[in-house]
């Protein structure tokens, strides 16, 4: 049995239809979330950075986040830009966002033609809006990628619809209803000064939380997982962390208080970093102190199957 298999209370091999099913490939039927990164900036822990797939019946529809290391991944799952409804950004760090470019340039080699709808957070003075952002990797005169200048137009097949979000501080957001089915729907959190967004995707009656990079301080990420099917928390640094960051991050104790206080029925842990490496059982004993449910250590393309 591996080693994320074994933090696993016996409870969650009964609760199939409330909670997720412990972790293996994907399953190519309902909802599952795919986790194509579970690591951080550093490459020693051989692990993408961060990046995550909704799939519904076999075809990946919301991509969150496209850290370095993703889009390998994302080939490596079967999914195709074809089949996405949208992509969403928490934040715009390396590490959670490098990869978009080569996302896009794959998309040239398929036949997507619809508009794609990208969304993530308003900026600041250090950091990008998505708009920005955007601009800034394919602007047509003056980006990175100008090459890639179509895809902003859409004289390159489809066009990508950029969005800035900015929820009132610790207030979620109205649901963003996509032509799927599918909602969405975005809190600011705190990642010290970095523009930062929670984002929640509901679909055929599962919801998924995804925690983004965050210190969990501000109360927002409670309200936006209420009742989550599974929230995606970041373990990226250990308990008594202190400075920068703590500013940035949420212990354990801090993630464990959260998945309880919102009631959500399981809790994976992904962004591990060096400093959390390692740290599996402590981790595990400090969140289960408060939060008592289903919980999950990721690995890259680990695939967790949902049910209502």
Not at 56 to 85: H, P
Not at 132 to 153: E, V
Not at 267 to 287: A, C, D, F, N, Y
Request: net charge negative.
């Amino acid at each position: 049995m591996s080693n994320r298999l074994a933090t696993l209370a016996p409870l969650a091999l009964c609760l199939a239809h409330a909670a997720p099913t412990f972790a293996g490939p994907c399953t190519g039927h309902g909802v599952e979330l795919q986790v194509l990164g579970s690591g951080g900036p550093e490459m020693q822990t051989k692990r993408a950075s961060s990046g995550y797939l909704i799939w519904r019946d076999g075809k990946a529809r919301v991509l969150i986040d496209s850290g370095g290391g993703t889009a390998l991944r994302f080939g490596e799952a079967g999914a195709t830009m074809t089949d996405l409804d949208a992509i969403l950004y928490t934040h715009f760090h390396a590490d959670h966002s490098a990869d978009f470019p080569a996302l896009i340039k794959s998309s040239f080699f398929e036949d997507r033609t619809r508009t794609l709808p990208v969304y993530g957070p308003a900026g600041n003075r250090s950091f990008p809006s998505a708009t920005a952002f955007a601009r800034a990797m394919l602007d047509p005169d003056k980006g990175a990628f100008r090459y890639l200048g179509g895809f902003l137009s859409g004289d390159a097949g489809y066009k990508l619809d950029v969005h800035d979000i900015a929820p009132k501080p610790a207030s979620p957001l109205e649901r963003i209803p996509l032509a799927s089915g599918i909602t969405l729907q975005a809190t600011s959190v705190e990642h010290g000064t970095v523009p930062a967004l929670a984002w929640r995707v509901d679909v055929d009656g599962v919801s998924v939380a995804f925690s983004g990079d965050t210190n969990g301080n501000n109360g927002a990420l409670e309200k936006l997982s209420q009742g989550a099917t599974l929230l995606v928390a970041h373990n990226a640094v250990p308990e008594g962390a202190e400075g920068v960051e703590r500013a940035l991050h949420m212990p354990p104790s801090v993630i464990g208080k959260i998945a309880s206080a919102a009631h959500v029925k399981a809790l994976v842990l992904s962004h591990r970093m060096l400093r959390t490496l390692g740290k599996e059982p402590e981790t595990k004993h400090l969140i289960e102190e408060t939060y008592k449910g289903p919980l999950a250590f990721a690995g890259d393309l680990d695939c967790f199957p949902l049910a209502p």
